[in-house]
């Protein structure tokens, strides 16, 4: 299937899911995740009207944003090992992945200006899945104050690859309330406006429950 094809049903969907929750699909990033396509097919992402741009390794990253000369806000969702983020910090829209201090303290001594980091959250609980513990999100918070480059713009899960769709959106709204939680706070370098939250498998349940980032790869760009 073209992009653009994918694209005019995942939008149908989103329409869909708003309609359930009354929220206005305006809200909503999409986030094309490419990291299983080449650089000609990310290309036909942006020509599609996908603006935003997810990658989740630094050499996938780094290969495309070269390659790239379209304007295109890049994402990086992936794991981040901490002596690579000077390789990536000038290049960034968002750092979907921030979770732990020593990579909250680099990011802080790269950067040039506040970078915007969703904090990964790990909802679900698997051993497998990256992400802080919900109970620990706001003490974290509260430590990456002193770093003045460190944005705290949101929060990111990525749910289980279930069917289970009563598992899915308690995960979901999990993350949606410790959100709420944590904006409630009124912390200056933590405005945390942000859920990203949904993927092709369950990209409408999230934004049912309030998803305003879903990152996308097999069912939208390709796979
Ligand atoms: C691969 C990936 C996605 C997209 O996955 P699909 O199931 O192909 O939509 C989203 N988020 C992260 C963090 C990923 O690594």
Redesign the pocket.
Known sequence: MDVAANLDRVRSNIVQACQKNGRNPDEITI?G?T??VTIERTKETINAGIKNL?E?RLDGFLEKYNAITDKAAWHF??TLQSRKVKEVIDKVDAI??LDRLSLAKEINKRAEQPVDCFIQVNVSGEETKHGLHPDKVLAFIKDVERFENVRITGL?T?AP?VEDEDQLRSIFRELASLRSMVKGENLLHAPCEHL?MG???D?QIAVEEGATHI???????G?
Not at 215 to 221: E, M
């Open positions: 986030i995740v990291k299983y997810g989740n969702i992936g979907h992945s990111m990525m690859h990203s993927m092709s498998n990209y990152r996308i790869g097999s069912k939208l760009v796979s």
